[in-house]
């Protein structure tokens, strides 16, 4: 099954309602990268006239997240996969509207590939860039993804 922004965004309104209620919304996914958006709004807010750090950290990780799931999928394999580590860089402040993009796709193929010859669990960083629609860079996040085949 193709994962698509339309699947992704179901997905996301029955298994991570914080984050749809939020506005992530996952905008374009590929073979290379995944683009998910979020508009400032007041539910999303915090006391700085800004998007809320932690609702930044949703649309990011999922721009992480949703790529792998599509490459796992590809791959037919069962594959877990869970984030173990993350950092973040705020720039600027978060209005109007954001979008995340991860351009990490060949790399999960690599971190994937191993996997699967060697039985091993790996781990993966992953980076999720969020920039405003004047093309300022307001935050960056990064993802240690790990993954192991399951037996």
Sequence with gaps: MTLTPRK???YTMFKLPAAYLCGVRT?????EKCVVGVTFKWINQNP???????VQGMAAEFSTGALMISKIQESGKRISMLVISN???????ATGKIKFTCNDGKAIDEVLKKAIETGEGQTLWMQSVGVNEDGGVVSTFN???SVKVKS
């Design 143 to 145: 993802f240690e993804w």
């Design 8 to 10: 992704l965004n179901t």
């Design 27 to 31: 905008k374009h996914i590929d073979n």
């Design 87 to 93: 950092n973040a860089t705020f720039t600027k402040k």
């Design 48 to 54: 700085f006239k800004s998007m809320f750090w932690a």
